[in-house]
């Protein structure tokens, strides 16, 4: 959907991730219509109310939601739950390349960095100050922690965290579901569901078939 026709947007989820989102949206000039929270106890968040419980806004014409939740497989449950509209992000501060394409529901934060040919799924989150090289493929529900450094043609599976500080070499495949620790080096494919750590990083341990650490 064009982001030129949507008026008011709507976050699901009312905590840390919410509170950039909310700012990032008031940077471009972007109205928060609502806020979310049916697990949350707060009311409201920089003054803007909460809602406990949804109501039908949301599904408007020239509406569209956001998951402002940094859990993936949360995410991924919500957007097959939610029939909504999904809005796209940006923060005015990140530079991305025109020849790549950002999915819906993605959210792109202040000092990012994609260049040529990357093509970033829906429900991703990019996050602050992290660098996308050229022709990189990150799957539906992957979140590129803040500092992350993905060299030329890498690719990241459905689901997969890669966590604060860490950098991958080109060509690298990692799978769906893996978990990068912060700060790793990945200089060998990853495959689903693996946990990997340090520098060169090495597997830890398996995730389960089902998902990622988040359903645990």
Not at 16 to 23: M, S
Not at 54 to 77: C, D, T, W
Request: with cysteine; aromatic share 4%.
């Amino acid at each position: 959907m064009s982001r030129e026709t949507i008026r008011k947007i709507f976050l699901y989820g009312a905590g840390g991730h919410a509170k950039v989102i909310l700012e990032l949206l008031e940077l471009n000039g972007q109205h928060c219509a609502g806020i979310y929270d049916e697990h949350g106890a707060s009311t409201d968040l920089f003054g803007y109310p909460i809602s406990g419980s949804l109501n039908g806004e949301y599904k408007e014409a020239n509406s569209a939601m956001i998951i402002a939740v940094g859990n993936n497989l949360v995410r991924k449950k919500l957007a097959g739950k939610l029939s909504a509209k999904w809005a796209t992000i940006i923060h005015p501060s990140a530079n991305i390349s025109s020849r790549s394409t950002i999915g819906s529901g993605t959210v792109v934060m202040a000092g990012v960095s994609i260049n040529s040919g990357v093509k970033a799924g829906d429900h991703v989150i990019i996050n602050t100050n992290c660098s996308v090289d050229h022709d990189c493929v990150l799957a539906d529900y992957v979140h590129i922690s803040p500092n992350v450094a993905l060299a030329g043609n890498v690719q990241v599976g459905e689901g997969t965290h890669v966590g604060i500080g860490t950098a991958v070499i080109q060509g690298i495949k990692i799978g769906k579901w893996a978990t990068i620790g912060a700060g790793s080096v990945i200089i060998r494919d990853v495959p689903d569901y693996a946990v990997v750590v340090g520098n060169p990083g090495r597997i830890l341990r398996m995730n389960e078939p089902d998902g990622a650490p988040e359903d645990k």
